[in-house]
């Protein structure tokens, strides 16, 4: 994994997130998919989430622009938006009218399974057409003028791409034309929800070079959610491991992937084969992620969890500050050590 060397520039957090609860309601009774979950997002950084499925990333993503199905509710917690006049507002008071013009002109979100966002029957134009008239009532030779701008940054052939309807396109530039309408309004912050899934190894890389030259360019922050560590490793300034709807660790992009100081963050490390250097043994993590519905007393991972002792089953570790901007909610973070057994090999 190459782990990325952008540094972003921070000042007042643009976004914060605290003690943010997220619940659903099902048949068998209140599950807690985010619990209590708090970090902070600055301008023109870069943020990745990262865990398993069912870790509550996409749910904490959907619940910033209040996207959540309607068994889906915020009943703790705050999402501290800085407007551009300097501002502070709380997103979870917003009314319906400020969360509309919230989305897309001031946080905008890239879903998972993007490719299937485009209306199958609407040529490209006319879809990012109706994005700004939704909003904005610009002029069309300046949404055309917008749009040509966007497309070309995303390395698309402008002329050719407003023309044609999703079919015609490629996976790859079906991707890149909703990562280009989803800027069409100047979003400071944009949510990508696992940019890269279901892409070929060459897209992914060419994804990566898109978004990575477009915040340079258009200085947005970025909250991006993966489970792909090779990602967050290339496009993030800071990581944030969650685990059974926590963030279990928060730290800048080298200490996570270099000295990660919780032991499930290792084990998503150490899970990852190498593509160059040493052959080292992959190991999983034993077991499978907790049933929300019945979370294990004490620590939620420690059935699974190789540092576990006694305590672990019983107190539930608070986020311990490791070093400046480095947390984890583990008992025996200094222990955590990043290792990684090299596999013999013979001539
Ligand atoms: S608190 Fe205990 S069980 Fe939880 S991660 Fe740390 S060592 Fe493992």
């Given at each position: 994994m190459e782990v990325s060397s952008v540094t972003a520039d921070r000042g007042e957090p643009i976004l914060s997130v605290r003690d943010l609860r997220v619940e659903y309601l099902t048949s068998a009774g209140t599950v807690a998919?985010?619990?209590g979950a708090s970090f902070e997002l600055h301008a023109g950084e870069s943020i990745a989430l990262i865990g398993e499925?069912?870790?509550?990333k996409t749910t904490l993503g959907l619940g910033l622009l209040r996207?959540?199905?309607?068994?889906?509710?915020?009943p703790a917690g705050e999402i501290l938006y800085r407007r551009r006049d300097g501002r502070v507002v709380d997103v979870l008071r917003f009314s319906n009218e400020e969360m509309r013009r919230f989305r897309w002109q001031e946080c905008a979100m890239v879903f998972?399974?993007?490719?299937?966002?485009?209306?199958?029957?609407?040529r490209v134009w006319d879809q990012m057409l109706d994005t700004v008239r939704a909003h904005r009532s610009d002029s069309r030779d300046k949404i055309r003028e917008r749009c040509e701008r966007l497309l070309g940054m995303v390395q698309l052939e402008p002329r050719r791409v407003l023309h044609a309807?999703?079919?015609?396109?490629s996976g790859g530039m079906r991707q890149r034309v909703l990562i280009a309408m989803s800027l069409l309004l100047d979003p400071q912050i944009l949510v990508l929800d696992?940019?890269?899934?279901?892409?070929?190894i060459l897209t992914q890389r060419a994804i990566i070079d898109v978004l990575r030259s477009l915040r340079t360019q258009l200085h947005f922050s970025m909250l991006f959610i993966s489970h792909d560590l090779s990602l967050a490793a290339e496009l993030a300034d800071r990581v944030a491991t969650m685990y059974a709807g926590k963030v279990v660790e928060l730290g800048g992009v080298r200490d996570i992937f270099?000295?990660?100081?919780?032991p499930y963050t290792l084990g998503l490390i150490n899970a990852v084969p190498p593509v160059a250097g040493d052959l080292y043994e992959i190991s999983s993590i034993p077991g499978a992620p907790p049933s929300l519905l019945n979370l294990p007393s004490g620590c939620s991972f420690h059935p699974r969890?190789?540092?576990?002792?006694?305590?672990c089953t019983s107190d539930s570790p608070?986020?311990?500050?490791?070093?400046?901007g480095h947390t984890s909610?583990?008992?025996?973070?200094?222990?955590v050590q990043l290792q990684r057994k090299l596999v013999e090999t013979r001539d």
């Open positions: 998919a985010v619990d499925s069912g870790s509550g996207l959540l199905p309607k068994s889906g509710r915020t998972q399974a993007a490719q299937n966002a485009l209306n199958p029957v609407a309807f999703p079919h015609e396109l696992e940019p890269t899934t279901a892409l070929d270099y000295d990660p100081k919780h969890c190789m540092y576990a002792r006694e305590r608070p986020l311990y500050s490791v070093n400046s909610a583990c008992h025996y973070w200094s222990e």
